[in-house]
C-alpha cells in the first residue's frame, strides 16, 4: 500500500514556487500515467534520465549498478515529483523515496498510481523550503526539469543545501538557452507537434550549463558531471552524449 502522509498544505509562500507553473502542471495532473497524453515528452526520456540517476548515484555511493537493489539504504527526496515517473522505479531499486511537489493534485495522482502498484512511497504537498526548514536530510536529491520553472533559483538551491546530507549529491536536468533549444523544445514541442500545451515553457527562463554551473557553486554545491541527453528522430529514442548540450542535459552536483 502506498504511505499517505503529509496531508497538510504548503503552509507559507515559497520564493521559488511561481503560481502559474503550478497551476499548468495541475490542470494536467490526471494525464501523468498517459504515454501518449501531454507527458508524452517524459516518458519517452525517462529511460535515459535513469540511466543517468542509477549510474550517477551509484559511482557516488560506490554500488553495484547491475544490483537489482543498487540502492537499497538510500533515502532520496524527488523535488517537483509530479505523478511519481522517477519515485515508483528508484523505489524498486531498493530506495525509500520521498516524492514533493507544489501542486496537490500531482501528488493525489501519484499518490493513487503508488496504491494501484503497490508500492510504499511518500508523496507530500509541500516546497522544498518548507522541508528544509523541518529539518529533513537525504543521501541524494533529484532535481529533474524542474529548475527552469521555479521563481527564485539561490532560494530554491540554497533550499536544496540544506536538504543534502554532507557527502550527499543532488542529479538535474533542464533545457540550455539556445537557439536550437527554442527550435525544438517551444517551436516544435509546442507549437508543431503538439507534444506538450502550449506555454509549457519559457525560453528566458532556460539555462545555459555554465549558469547552471555558477547557481550551484553559488550555493555551496560542486558540479562533477554534465551530459546531454539527445533524442533521435528516426528512433524516437533519447540517448546520452558527453559532448551535446544545445537542447536537453543533466548534471551532477555534490555538496560542497
Known amino acids: 500500500m502506498a504511505t499517505k502522509t503529509a496531508k497538510s498544505a504548503p503552509t507559507s509562500p515559497s520564493r521559488s514556487v511561481n503560481p502559474e507553473e503550478v497551476a499548468n502542471f ?22 535515459v534520465r535513469l540511466e543517468f540517476i542509477k549510474g550517477s548515484l551509484c559511482r557516488h555511493f560506490g554500488r553495484d549498478v547491475t544490483a ?33 511537489d507544489a501542486s496537490e493534485k500531482n501528488i493525489l495522482t501519484a499518490r493513487a498510481h503508488a496504491e494501484q502498484t503497490g508500492l510504499e512511497i511518500d508523496y507530500r504537498y509541500i516546497t522544498a523550503e518548507e522541508l528544509a526548514d523541518a529539518g529533513e536530510t537525504f543521501d541524494a536529491i533529484l532535481n529533474m526539469e524542474v529548475i527552469e520553472h521555479v521563481a527564485d533559483i539561490p532560494s530554491f538551491l540554497d533550499a536544496c543545501h540544506r536538504l543534502l546530507k554532507d557527502g550527499g549529491c543532488m542529479t538535474l536536468s533542464t533545457i540550455n538557452r539556445s537557439a536550437k533549444a527554442w527550435l525544438v523544445a517551444i517551436a516544435g514541442a509546442e507549437y508543431i507537434l503538439r507534444w506538450l500545451p502550449v506555454g509549457t515553457h519559457d525560453w528566458q527562463k532556460f539555462l545555459k550549463p555554465s549558469e547552471l554551473s555558477r547557481s550551484l557553486r553559488d550555493s555551496g554545491f560542486k558540479t562533477s558531471d554534465i551530459k546531454g541527453m539527445v533524442y533521435s528522430p528516426l528512433s524516437g529514442a533519447w540517448s546520452l552524449d558527453a559532448h551535446d548540450f544545445s537542447v536537453n542535459y543533466v548534471a551532477l552536483a555534490e555538496k560542497a
Open 26 to 47: 495541475s490542470a494536467l495532473a490526471e494525464t501523468w500515467w498517459d504515454p501518449n497524453g501531454p507527458f508524452r515528452p517524459l516518458h519517452k526520456m525517462n529511460p
Open 68 to 100: 537489482t537493489d543498487a540502492l537499497k539504504g538510500l533515502r532520496i527526496l524527488d523535488i517537483g515529483c509530479g505523478g511519481g515517473l522517477l519515485c515508483e522505479p528508484l523505489t524498486r531499486l531498493g530506495a525509500t523515496m520521498v516524492g514533493a
